[in-house]
């Protein structure tokens, strides 16, 4: 997730306002009561949430626009919101397009977790869930996962089901 604003804008213009965060761009004064185009219950939130943080702000404090992340990127584009959450492949269209990126995730030091959900079948396979692992090669790990997901996703879940086991995590060891 990254957050970005026009070059014209003042937001830009303030660096290193938080001296915990001197790379990343904005303030207390040039934040409050700005636009800021976001979905709802996303990481976009959750990276808006703790940008704000880093000012001594809150959503309180700005104009919250809930929009999904195309629809809100069009609309920055257009002209509307003062800063935009993006994820990829939209950042790469916003820096193609001179738009300048404040902070994302990682500058703020953020912590991110994901949810994997198999089908009962994928939970019972072990090579499945070997490849679903967490474990120090991350290169290869990320590459079996993504393979597993793909496959996952090819299979309908058991109408027998509850939503509880649906949604419980199996146990790796």
């Known amino acids: 997730m990254n957050l970005f604003a026009r070059p014209d804008s003042d937001i830009v213009q303030a660096v290193g306002a938080n001296p915990d965060f001197p790379e990343i761009l904005g303030s207390a004064d040039t934040l409050r ?6 979905g709802f219950g996303s990481m976009g939130q959750y990276g808006v949430t703790a940008y704000l943080d880093l000012f001594g702000l809150t959503t309180d404090d700005v104009n919250a626009i809930n929009m999904n992340f195309g629809p ?28 300048v990126k404040m902070a994302n995730i990682a500058d703020m030091r953020l912590p ?3 949810v994997i959900l ?10 499945k869930m070997e490849a679903i692992k967490p474990t120090s090669n991350s290169t290869m790990n990320w590459l079996k996962c993504s393979i ?8 309908n879940w058991s109408n027998t089901m509850t939503i509880t086991e649906r949604l419980s995590p199996p146990q790796i060891s």
Request: proline share 5%; glycine share 10%.
């Open 33 to 38: 009561g700005k636009d800021i185009i976001y």
């Open 72 to 99: 809100g990127y069009q609309a920055f584009q257009a002209g509307e919101g003062d800063v935009v959450a993006l994820f990829t492949p939209l950042n790469y269209s916003a820096l193609e397009n001179g738009y």
């Open 112 to 114: 991110v977790r994901d």
């Open 118 to 127: 198999v089908t009962p079948e994928t939970y019972k396979d072990p090579v």
């Open 148 to 155: 597993t997901i793909l496959l996952c996703s090819a299979l």
